[in-house]
């Protein structure tokens, strides 16, 4: 079992940077991988940034080269830092972990961009 905490979330301007925090119940160090997805009103559940315990790292299309994703294994946390955002950037935001066979999911942060 992995519970994932997110904090960070809130208002930003466009043109703006917010960071994204997301802690783990358990070290990260041995998860599979773990990032972050997002859901914008009306759409699906996408892909922001996911590190893989390979040393692999994904980003969706729509954030690649604005975003970063950071692992701080001493922590058990994870960070996105967000720069440059867009207001279609505007979405709960979601960590995501995968652990043996399972996948789990941290309640959401909401992040919400003005033009």
């Known amino acids: 079992q992995v519970q994932l905490v997110e904090s960070g979330g809130g208002l930003v301007q466009a043109g703006g940077s917010l960071n994204l925090s997301c802690t783990a119940s358990r070290s990260i160090f041995g998860l599979n991988s773990v990032g972050w997805y997002r859901q914008a009103p009306g759409k699906e559940r996408e892909l922001v940034a996911q590190?893989?315990?390979?040393?692999?790292?994904r980003y969706g299309d729509s954030v690649s080269g604005r975003f970063t994703i950071v692992r701080d294994n001493a922590k058990d946390t994870v960070h996105l830092q967000m720069s440059r955002v867009k207001p279609e950037d505007t979405a709960i935001y979601y960590c995501n972990a995968e652990f043996l066979t399972h996948e789990y999911w941290g309640q959401g942060t909401q992040v919400t961009v003005s033009p």
């Open positions: 590190t893989r315990i390979s040393g692999r790292i």
